[in-house]
Structure formats: C-alpha cells, structure tokens
C-alpha cells in the first residue's frame, strides 16, 4: 500500500504562475524525497530534504516538511511550459534501508 | 559521469515465458534498488541489493528474483509472466544502502505482456 497521499491528483496552470502540491505520509520518516517524471519515463530526482529539516530551496522550488503532520509540499515558482510532468514524493524510513514509498503523484500541466 | 542504463528499454513477452532486465548503476554506486510502475498500483517497491546481497524486498510473488554482480550492475528476472506483469520497471541507485541517501532512476524498462 501507498504511504503517501498526494494533493491535487491534477493540477492546470497558466505559464508564470506557481504550482503548490502536497503530500502526506503514515508514519516516521528518515527522509522525503521529490521526483519528477515525464511521460513514463524515468524518474528525475528534484529535492532530498531530511527528517530534522523544515525548508529546502533548490532554484525555482521549494520544499517544506512538517514532521507534526506528517506533510510536505513541494512550491514550482514560475512555472514554465517544462514543468509539465508527474511529481511523486516518497518517503524513506529507518528501518527500510533504501526502500522508498511512493505517493500516487500529482499531473501537473503548465499551459504557454 | 554517466547516469543509470537500463536495457533493454522496451520488451514484448507472452504469459508463461520469462524475462531479464538489467540495470548498470552510476559509477561508484554499490546500492541498486527496483521499482515496478503501473496505473493502478503505482510506484511498487521490488527489491534492494548492496555488495551483491538482497538487503531488502517488497511484497511481490517469488516470480520475481533479482542479483547483484560485484560491479555493481543488477539483474531482475520475472518467470512465468503474467499480463499483470506488465509495467514499467526501474531501477535506482546510490552510493551506499540505507534510506539516508539519494536515489538515482534510470529511463526504464517497459514490459508489455500479451
């Protein structure tokens, strides 16, 4: 089964506006990770941020974990027709080595 | 350096025949990881090897085995296929085992089963 959920399963925007997704999980976690996917290709890996961190900025995103809620969201800023594509977080635990679990992804579609 | 290789990319089996997928990960990573993808389950995952042990594996049938040769580059089989089988599989690696690390997926390889 998922741990986590992702919020919006789709999401439509204008090019320049900013995309927000959410995504919640089950249990403690040791780290979150977000990824990037176009058209069921491979995964591209975005952002790592860590249990004991509350804010991670890699250029145009930025990525908030709140470990109280069991909840994380990733921020695209000024979306660009590129970032069309899927957008999974997945979450890695102590005990699970590198296994990681995936939420169901968010469709993001970003219209020129 | 070079990313993770998946081959073959694209595979057309029929039920009951048996497949090989291979995964040569990023230089210097030691630790592979597999993951199937399909619409209704999603991203699953299969198995994890480091130094050529399986160190962790998801809840899939026996069917599905995997390997690890001391350079590293990890094979999957599935016997028996069944028209569930068909996915897209990918694999991952990092430079150490464990849950701390960045995980780097290859383009996959898509299995399709008539």
């Known amino acids: 089964s998922q741990q986590g959920e992702e919020d919006p399963q789709a999401l439509s925007i204008q090019e320049g506006e900013n995309a927000t997704m959410n995504c919640s999980y089950k249990t403690s976690i040791n780290n979150l990770q977000w990824y990037r996917q176009n058209s069921g290709r491979g995964l591209v890996h975005l952002i790592l941020i860590r249990s004991n961190e509350r804010e991670k900025h890699s250029g145009r995103l930025r990525v908030t974990l709140d470990t109280s809620k069991k909840s994380s969201s990733l921020l695209i800023t000024a979306s660009r027709a590129a970032d069309t594509a899927s957008y999974f977080c997945a979450t890695g635990t102590y005990n699970q080595g590198g296994k990681l679990i995936f939420g169901q992804g968010t469709e993001l579609s970003v219209k020129p | 350096k070079a990313g993770v290789t998946q081959t073959p990319r694209y595979l057309i089996k029929t039920r009951g025949q048996q497949v090989t997928l291979s995964c040569s990960p990023i230089s210097g990573h030691r630790s592979v990881s597999w993951y199937q993808q399909t619409p209704g389950q999603g991203l699953q995952f299969l198995f994890e090897?480091?130094?050529?042990?399986?160190?962790n594996k998801g809840n899939f049938p026996g069917r599905f085995s995997g390997r690890q040769f001391s350079n590293s580059r990890s094979e999957m089989n599935v016997s028996t296929l069944e028209l569930g089988d068909s996915a897209l599989y990918l694999c991952?690696?990092?430079?150490?085992?464990?849950?701390?690390?960045?995980?780097?997926f290859g383009p996959g390889t898509r299995l399709l089963v008539l």
């Open positions: 090897y480091f130094s050529e042990t399986q160190r």
């Open positions: 991952a690696s990092s430079p150490l085992q464990g849950s701390q690390e960045t995980q780097y």
